[in-house]
Nanobody
Framework: QGQLVESGGGSVADGGSLTLSCAAS????????MGWFRQSPGKQREGVAA???????TYADFVKGRFRISHDKAQATLYIQTNNLEPEKTARYYC????????????????????WGQGTPVTVSS
């Protein structure tokens, strides 16, 4: 069965940077869309960035211009590069993959994704 495993999270100072990775195995390697979501205690899981099978990307307004998503298909690994991190970005970040093609308006829909990793925590100090 396919798996997604995130890594790269940690604690950084305000203004710092982190690169998170998501290693995929099994049939997840050939999914149409992959994305990054975040969730904080007491809050709903929300989309951060997503990338389609053709390389098209989209970003949430609160990270646009600061985060960059990329997908190394040969290595079956999804990345998200973060810059200028601020305390509001503190959350557990999850990697997700869909079995089916997703239209752009569904890229940040949690229910549209079929596979999820266990998440990696990111803490940004104030």
């Amino acid at each position: 069965q396919g798996q997604l495993v995130e890594s790269g999270g940690g604690s950084v100072a305000d203004g710092g940077s982190l690169t998170l990775s998501c290693a995929a195995s099994g049939p997840i390697q050939t999914q149409y869309c992959m994305g990054w979501f975040r969730q904080s205690p007491g809050k709903q899981r929300e989309g951060v960035a997503a990338i389609g099978s053709d390389g098209t990307t989209t970003y949430a307004d609160f990270v646009k211009g600061r985060f960059r998503i990329s997908h190394d298909k040969a290595q079956a690994t999804l990345y998200i590069q973060t810059n200028n991190l601020e305390p509001e970005k503190t959350a557990r970040y999850y990697c997700a993959a869909s079995k089916n093609y997703l239209t752009p308006d569904n890229w940040f829909t949690v229910a549209a994704y079929d596979y999820w990793g266990q998440g990696t925590p990111v803490t940004v100090s104030s």
